[in-house]
C-alpha cells in the first residue's frame, strides 16, 4: 500500500504520484531511539486488557484520547469516492511468542500488486460492521474462518491513497487449520514475530523524491520471499502496525 503519511485530510481533486521500487528508496536511518515493547505487554492477557476499552468504544487513556501516528496516505486518487474497508490483524499463538500473518498480494491487481498486506478488502453491503468485513475477506483471502478468530479490539481507521477508510480489526487464533490462499489476489502467506514488528529499531526510514516532491516512508523488512529477497513491510501495513506499537506502548 502506500506511503504512511499525515498530511491534511483527503482532497478528491489531487492525485499524489506513486512510488516505484519503495524497497529501493535511500534509507535515512531507523528508529532504535524508541524503546521495544517488553514480552509483558505482548502476552495473551496485557493484549486483551490493553484492547478491551476499543471494543467498548472507551479508549480515552488516563489523560486525553490516544492519536494515532499515521492517520492516511494523504490526499486520495482523483474521482475515487471514499469506501469503507477493513482488515484482520491476525496475532498467532506460537511457542515462541505471537506473529503477525501478513500476506503477500499478486502482482497483477489494480490496487497495491505485490505488496503486503493483512487480509482484508472492502465491505460489502451485507457486513453488518468492519468486524464482519474483516473476519469474510480474511476466510475469502487466505480460508481463516471466522470461528477461528477472537477479536479483542480494534485500532484506528487509515485512509489509503486508493480512497478505502480502513478499520484493522485485531484478532487472536491459533495456528490456521487450512490456509487456502485465493490465487488471484494472494501470492504468498507469511508470519513475521510481533516482537520483531514492535521494535522500533527495525522501523527503517525511506526519504525519496517522487515528481519534485520529497517523500518519507516506514518500512520493516522481515525474512526471504521465494526470490530470496526480504518481504518488504511498508506503506499502509507499515504505518498500521507502527500504530500498532504506539498503541500497546502508551
Known sequence: MSTPESPPPPNPAARRPSIREPARAPVIGNDAHLPPLSPARLNEQALRERF????????????APWQPEFTGDGPHLAGRALRAAAVLVPLVRRPEGFTVLLTQRTDHLNDHAGQVSFPGGRTDPEDVDAVATA??????????????????????????????????VVGLL????????????VAEVFEVPLAFLMDPANHR???????????QFISMPWGSDPRGEPFFIWGATAAMLRNLYRFLAR
Open 52 to 63: 478491551a476499552p476499543t471494543l467498548r468504544g472507551d479508549d480515552a487513556g488516563a489523560e
Open 135 to 168: 473476519l469474510r475477506e480474511a476466510h475469502e483471502e487466505v480460508g481463516i474462518a471466522a470461528d477461528e478468530v477472537e477479536v479483542i479490539g480494534r485500532l484506528p481507521t487509515y485512509t489509503t491513497v486508493t480512497a478505502y477508510q480502513v478499520t484493522p
Open 174 to 185: 491459533d495456528p490456521p487449520r487450512d490456509l487456502r490462499l485465493d490465487a488471484f489476489e
Open 205 to 215: 526510514r525511506h526519504a525519496v523524491e517522487v515528481d519534485g516532491r520529497a517523500r
